[in-house]
């Protein structure tokens, strides 16, 4: 195991360098590497489902969520507009109905959430380097009203297609990853090999830390949502850059190692993959379900399903991923 | 084109039992009809997919939604708690760095939505019947807290199988139906014997009416959030019923005929439908992009992969659905 | 000091039948004790400003605030809707002005705030004692639209007139109460002797425990919001009764003595004042600031003006009272 | 009645320089006219008291609103967290006790508006003129956080004193002001002398217009939100300025005369006014009972209490003015 901590200020800059696709798909272009996924890749990516079952990789919805309060993040909030006990003691008729009895009645309610307080994709709207973001278009495109250029909208006909579960948790003999711990390129490929199975051009990769089930295990979120954790290194870019995988999502808050590597730059995973690379990143992934049954089968890719919500301007979208094995 | 108005209530109370799935997958059941869709029926549906080509059919998210306050509800609401403006104008230093200077900015927001403001699926929580829902509950399941049953919860691992397109609409040579139309069974069984495709037992169906395309078409959604509507009849139910079909969603934003057909009754296809057959309903569903590409090629069924956001108490979900033909 | 623990319940029905005010002022009142308020009495109460000088007595309202998410309540939540960041990128102008240029920018917020998160008055609907509230009205009056009766709404004409404070913390020679001390009859006739001030009919009387100023002083809200707090004893209702108070306000998180005293029923105090005697309550009073300055010049009395928002159908609001010596 | 229209460019720049107030209290000062409210002042308003009766100038706060989606805006959404009905059925026991039996509920509920969707002040953060507002500072101060100056903060210890009610309406002996018509400095003196009463340093003036009796009168609000309106001219800046007024607030919208009187400039009253002057300014008050009564007892003048509610970056907040005559 290696993992390479203190990465120089003038090594990070190659890298924004050694890894930009800017100007790759057209200088217009706001999808990054999910302009890997081609329609005849899905077509051979439903292949993958053998037997029909398939895996919810979202943490569910509700106020006893992971978020703490980080960058203002709160648990979702689902307020009822209208509901059962309306119907029960009848104040639903004059509310709503204008007096008139009928013997229907329905129920609603509001929600109010950050869009990344849960399971959710990070659209390359959501980091800026130097002012800049994915394709070197300036901050200001992201204003008060929400992103103009590469955001969330960006990818509403769907981020799907093959996907495979590098569970390096589990392919290193571990429960769950420590914190601190810096996954690399040669610890992916290495998880790939002993899975069996091989990463191709396109494909979504969830990397599995065990940092998501050492929370349930201790019943307990404590601090996962910002608090050290296992996550990608930025050495392991190198590996998804030459694979040319299309997204990468982990039941990480933050994807990338916690404690980062860079003193001068925050968190410098995610500048590298949203702003140069133009490589969407997906966050808060459960995949120990899926985790349980890849290892019993032996088979770690699937179809995956995770549209993300078409909000026109958002920078991220809660996302319900869906694994069809 | 037969058409029935005017349902009495003594029919209509024999819809409610002749259609009735209580029970039929046990006493504890809350998905309903989504049982219908196995893991057999799934690995057969993905087999649909030739192109790999996917439409999405979701209504974009933001302000200029067809919401007019009808029930309460509202256009999504999508606010900034970091944009690239703070980053510009460094503001965003002193808010969340500390004051330490670093060249990553990162930016958030949070949604305030009614859950059904967009497209989206009704959970078998979302209809009360003379203080009961589904399979028997009580009313009181659905409190100021959610729905304890029966809720959008249920259908968490996914609303996805074999989808079919009818397009009532162009099958009848419509541009699009006219308000107050209601859909029959035997209209639904003539779209798809001129559309060549057979539905078959755990299919999701997807009816065209044209209604938001002629809302499209004068640049306008006017009363389409509530108004007078063309949709599903009472009548259609046993067609649906007979057919085994899984989930039915509609280009409206009631799915069914408005106004109704039973004066004393409100929404009355809603009732036995969500109350009695346990039918996950979806509404607001943008087909027409996906009616274009189905004319054009003459295959009118796909996989379908839906699945709505695990609210762990709620009524309803926004869903960004995916066709992949 | 007396306190008396351990209230038997059929001791406690016996206080709702004694201290219910129902029917007093007409069996179609919302006010209650409000109606103590006369204009002769506000006319009489503004003679009580001597210096003009004024206290905030609200705490600050942002995400510092005190709630930890007990009965869901969460701090208020300020989102911008448009920004300083927007006029200095430039994005001001597509986003508002249609491109036009031109020299104004405007800010502007939303907030989302549970209307009893931070400084707030109790309205005379927040509490249901066995089905009914103040003045007999049943629970079914508050529905998910909000209250029918009995609301806020009802006192939108303002809360203010004659202001006393009773620093019980201090005239007992303390910093702060402990937690669980119940504040009786004698304790607060007591503290009034020591101050020097009478109680006078339609009197609005805040008392200090000290209970704000110890989470001050220990830089940490801790359990505040809901924890064991010192407050008013069900015996402390014989006085504010007798004294025709016309509401009461607090420093602490739930106005009476935490833990309370009645076994079988849940915040005893609130049920007595709110729902029988119809005693609209303030709670997160931060009366410090005032309370210095009453120490320091003898005077106990002041004319409070704390009027709520006028939310229709709001069972509480939030507000920021000030009293004026 | 005089009305100057067309306003050029530099007269408008010569407008700024003449009546700022930057610097006057200080380079650090964030209250602007307010300083013209001193202890002295508020003793001396409070005599205006005579009768004791009480007038909200607050319009309801619910979905009925003026509000129609200008900048964003939206009426007050009140969601409840725990209602009745959750009483009457039972379910708030095991939503909130834990399952054990009591008799003791109560109520709660959460509320998402815009701090300017109602009767409100706008702060001195609220308007940015070429990139900077009030005393100087830079619009980088007002973030994604809010407002770090020039905030409603800033004068959370009340806006507070002698209230004059100038009815130029009715002064003028019409019922409502037409749209576009702005109010001058002779028009603002003639109604005070018609009124019999003096404006003096540090009162607040409220000016009614008739506008919202219109819209009451026919039973729509229409295009009140941001449409055409009478108002204040530039010109009554001299009056305003000259009087020492502490802040004025409208029965309008936007205060100032619609459509404004400068080409280049939007809502050129308010930059000169918010950013130059620092002049806080009301809106949306609810002035017809009060002139009612005002009219009846030939009294303009009265205490008028309207503190904002005190939000830390608030740029503006909803307030209940009341006046005590």
């Known amino acids: ?34 302009n890997f996924i081609t329609p005849a890749r899905v077509r051979a990516a439903v292949r993958e489902v053998r037997t029909g079952r398939a895996f ?10 992971p978020q703490r309060g980080l960058f203002g993040r709160f648990n979702p909030i689902l307020l009822m507009t209208r509901d059962g006990g309306d119907a029960v003691t009848g104040a639903y008729t004059s509310d709503w109905l204008g007096g008139e ?44 009203t929400g992103a103009k ?25 571990r ?11 040669e610890r992916l490929e290495d998880a790939a090999d002993r899975e069996g199975v091989r990463v191709r051009e396109g494909d979504i990769v969830l990397v599995r830390t065990g940092h998501m089930a050492a929370a349930r295990s201790r019943g ?13 290194a930025l050495d392991s870019l190198a590996w998804i850059s030459e694979r040319r995988v299309a997204a990468v999502a982990a039941d990480t808050w933050g994807i990338e190692v ?20 133009g490589l969407t990143l997906g966050e808060i992934f459960d995949l120990d379900a ?25 920078v991220a979208s809660p996302v319900n991923p869906i694994a069809i094995k």
Chains 1, 2, 3, 4 share one sequence.
């Open 1 to 34: 195991m290696t993992m390479k901590k203190g990465t120089s200020l003038s090594e990070f800059r190659e890298l924004t360098e050694r890894y930009s696709n800017w100007s790759r798909w057209g200088k217009d272009d706001q999808r990054g590497t999910l």
């Open 56 to 65: 919810s990789l979202a943490i569910p919805l509700d106020s006893r969520g």
């Open 101 to 144: 009895e009928k013997e229907t009645r329905s129920t609603d309610e509001v929600v109010v959430m950050p869009t990344q307080c849960a399971t959710h994709w990070d659209s390359l709207a959501h980091i800026i380097h130097r002012d800049v973001m994915y394709n070197g278009r300036s901050a200001s495109e992201v204003s008060s």
């Open 149 to 173: 250029a590469n955001g969330i909208f960006a990818s509403r006909q769907g981020i799907l297609g093959r996907g495979v579960l590098l569970d390096v948790a589990r392919a290193e003999g």
């Open 175 to 185: 429960t769950s990853l420590d914190p601190g711990d810096g996954i690399t390129s």
């Open 220 to 232: 307990d979120w404590g601090d996962y949502a910002g608090g050290p954790a296992p996550g990608l």
């Open 258 to 277: 916690q404690p980062h590597q860079v003193r001068e730059v925050h968190i410098p995973f995610h500048v590298v993959a949203l702003v140069y690379m």
């Open 290 to 314: 899926l985790a349980e049954d890849c290892a019993s089968d032996g088979r770690y890719s699937f179809f995956l399903s995770a549209q993300p919500l078409p909000f026109t301007r958002g």
